[in-house]
Nanobody, 118 residues
Framework: QVQLVESGGGLVQAGASLRLSCAASGRTFSINRMGWFRQAPGKEREFVAAIFWSGGVTYYANSVKGRFTISRENGKNTVYLQMNSLKPEDTAVYYC???????????WGQGTQVTVSS
């Protein structure tokens, strides 16, 4: 089992920055990838960014590329999402996820709310 706890959400104005954190515990040695997803009211959950736990290769949704940066701190089993130039359309609940197998992300955090006012 892997447990994930997010933090760092909040209410900000458009153009501001926020950094989300996700601390992993439990069988962290089994993690091969971690990611961030988000779900806005009335919409389906969507992929935001992910990082390979070994090697640090990253990939992003087109909607956040150039504004968001995912990073990891292996010694602390923590992944971050630095969000700059936030827009009202970035408003959503942000979820951290971990992948231990070869297909889908199989562990999820409880989510943290990010609200961007115009």
């Amino acid at each position: 089992q892997v447990q994930l706890v997010e933090s760092g959400g909040g209410l900000v104005q458009a153009g501001a920055s926020l950094r989300l954190s996700c601390a992993a515990s439990g069988r962290t040695f089994s993690i091969n990838r971690m990611g961030w997803f988000r779900q806005a009211p009335g919409k389906e959950r969507e992929f935001v960014a992910a990082i390979f736990w070994s090697g640090g290769v990253t990939y992003y949704a087109n909607s956040v590329k150039g504004r968001f940066t995912i990073s990891r701190e292996n010694g602390k089993n923590t992944v971050y999402l630095q969000m700059n130039s936030l827009k009202p359309e970035d408003t959503a609940v942000y979820y951290c996820a971990a992948r231990t197998g070869s297909h889908d992300f199989d562990y999820w955090g409880q989510g943290t709310q990010v609200t961007v006012s115009s």
